[in-house]
């Protein structure tokens, strides 16, 4: 294992257009060494033809892409030490998993007994050494997964390009190679970028995280960053949930139904119509001399470990939401007054 450091791949102003449609609009990106970052965004927001510049499928209208020092662009995709893992991964049906794993580097005049210690050993790392004589149809859609990810890392690129790897499996099975994924590239130490559109997936494995909208980068940070510090309202809304309170920017806070609702503003200064943004984990319900804000419970959900309430507010056209540990902290129909730590409360322009 290694540490992350140095900036391996430096992304800088790529922009590709196919026909009217912007799919990257001055990109800049510095992912470092031996990271793990993600790519989040909407369906159609470029992800994918990022992955494709970078492996050297695609030729951006503009600007550069350096690896160290090199100028990765000017290479044809055989000669960039980068691999893309697709976004659908085609396994050769007819071969076992270790031909599956060993075809790449055989093709590339590897000598025999290297071919047969590295499988050996990547087969090992991704969990499939007693499987290594079955065939891809005789596998689980995560063993699958495992393949396809033994037959991208054995060749040992400094870039691995993910697109997607986690799309084909359900629910539990893709919780779990989330871990696996995170592990591995720990392992391994290779630095990942994957692309998701799924956000909690982006946060539960990534360093860091790029979100993307409609070509553009919106913020490159990391999850508990963009979490906490989002800086625009794409991003807010975009990962977790969130209230939000519509007024305008005043000193402190945001003007909302005739009183100053706290918070902070992150970077630039802020003035006219705003959004304050309070996460349901940061509401908390107080007494009435102590309220921001007051209302009625209209509804409450208990998922075991934590539970939601969801309360009326004049003025606020959709229920503010208020999750806590444990059972709810308030019954349908009550009177309730709610409060937050304005240190965690964001004023976003709108
Ligand atoms: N070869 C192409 N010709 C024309 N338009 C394209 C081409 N490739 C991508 N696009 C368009 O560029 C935009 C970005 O596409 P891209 O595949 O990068 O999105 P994405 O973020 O990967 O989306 P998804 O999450 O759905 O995979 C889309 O509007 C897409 O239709
Ligand atoms: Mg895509």
Not at 207 to 222: F, K, L, N, P, Y
Not at 332 to 338: F, I, K, Y
């Amino acid at each position: 294992m290694t540490t992350q450091g140095d900036v391996l791949v430096s992304i800088q102003r790529i922009a590709r257009r196919f026909g009217d449609v912007v799919a990257l609009d001055d990109v800049s990106i510095d992912i470092r060494d031996n990271e793990f970052f993600a790519l989040l965004g909407p369906s159609g927001c470029g992800k994918t033809t990022l992955l494709r510049v970078l492996a050297g499928f695609e030729e951006p209208d503009a600007g550069q892409v350096l690896l160290g020092d090199t100028d990765l662009l000017a290479l044809p995709p055989h000669r960039r030490p980068v691999n893309l893992m697709f976004q659908s991964y085609a396994l050769f049906p007819h071969m076992s998993v270790e031909r599956n794993v060993a075809y790449g580097l055989e093709r590339e005049g590897t000598a025999k007994a290297e071919v047969r210690t590295r499988v050996g050993e990547v087969l090992e790392t991704v969990g499939l050494s007693e499987l290594a004589k079955r065939r891809p149809s005789q596998l689980s859609g995560g063993q699958r997964q495992r393949v396809a990810l033994a037959r991208a890392i054995v060749k040992r690129p400094r870039l691995l390009l993910l697109d997607e790897p986690l799309s084909a499996l359900d629910r539990k099975v893709r919780a779990e190679m989330q871990l696996e994924l995170k592990r591995l590239q720990h392992d391994v130490g290779i630095t990942f970028v994957v692309v998701t559109h799924d956000q909690e997936e982006a946060m539960s494995m990534a360093d860091r995280i790029a979100v993307m909208h409609e070509g553009t980068v919106q913020q490159v940070d990391s999850p508990v960053d963009l979490y906490q510090r989002p800086s625009n309202l794409f991003v807010a809304q975009f990962i977790g949930t969130s209230n939000l309170f519509a007024g305008d920017a005043v000193t402190g806070g945001i003007r909302f139904a005739g009183r100053t609702l706290p918070g902070v503003v992150v970077g630039e200064p802020i003035s006219g119509a705003s959004r304050l943004l309070v996460r349901p984990e940061d509401t908390v319900l107080v007494e009435p001399r102590d309220a921001l804000l007051s209302g009625r419970v209209i509804e409450t959900q208990f998922f075991g470990g934590v539970s939601t309430v969801a309360i009326t507010v004049a003025g606020h056209d959709v229920p503010v939401l208020l999750t806590r540990q444990g059972a709810p902290s308030a019954v349908r129909d009550a009177e309730v007054h709610l409060s937050w730590d304005p240190a965690k409360a964001v004023v976003l322009s709108a």
